[in-house]
């Protein structure tokens, strides 16, 4: 795994050890980035399940100001430490060990708004949906941010959430990949394009 392009590139980061934790390859990665757009004017991102930071850090080095990280294994919080030293992301980065939904709350309290959210959880968890309700409800988004859940390609998640359009779905594999734009009401579009692989 490496960062693929910004202000780190070409820094190789470490998985977590063992075998529990499937990290986001680097084809998938690329795919994903070119979908939501190559680079950032700043704002901020969250890595809820973010494993081993990958996709945190590719979102800093392309021009997000700062992320957070969460995740509720030790050792994956270990990693994440040890990548975000490898990316020299500074104070850029915030790293916590805990669970998505008590991290949620304690981040709508602090009134974090993000930008980017990545939602690439363990396979067999299929809720990401209720995730997006709940940093709906918390106002924990910037207008137009975006949403990238990272999921089994078996699963299906809705074209359409509450405040949420899905903009593209794409399948690498067992692996699928589906993009979320938030909107407030009265600023709805809609439209998806479909990418498989």
């Known amino acids: ?15 977590v050890p063992g075998m529990n934790t499937r990290p986001t390859t680097d084809k998938v990665k690329e795919a994903i980035f070119s ?5 950032f004017d700043g704002g901020m991102a969250l890595d809820l399940f973010a494993g081993t930071g990958g996709l945190g850090i ?12 969460i995740d509720r294994e030790k050792i994956s919080v270990d990693t ?5 030293e490898t990316a020299k992301m500074g104070s850029a980065a915030e790293i916590y060990r805990n ?18 959210v990545f939602l690439d959880p363990p396979y067999k968890m299929v809720t990401m949906d209720s995730l ?17 859940v990272e999921h089994d390609a078996a699963h299906a998640y809705p074209e359409q959430l509450e405040q949420f359009d899905r903009i593209k779905h794409a ?26 692989e």
Do not use: C
């Open 58 to 69: 590719e979102a800093w080095s392309r021009g997000i100001e700062r992320t957070v990280f």
């Open 99 to 116: 669970d998505a939904e008590r991290a949620l709350k304690a981040l709508a309290k602090r009134e974090q708004r993000f930008r980017l």
């Open 35 to 39: 979908m939501i757009g190559p680079y």
């Open 171 to 196: 399948k690498y594999g067992d692996t699928a990949v589906s993009i979320y734009h938030y909107y407030n009401a009265g600023s709805h579009d809609g439209g998806e394009s479909d990418v498989n």
């Open 132 to 148: 997006m309700a709940q940093l709906a409800a918390n106002e924990m988004l910037e207008q137009d941010a975006i949403i990238v």
């Open 80 to 84: 994440i430490r040890l990548n975000v």
């Open 1 to 15: 795994m490496r960062v693929i392009a910004g202000e780190a590139k070409g820094r190789t980061l470490k998985a």
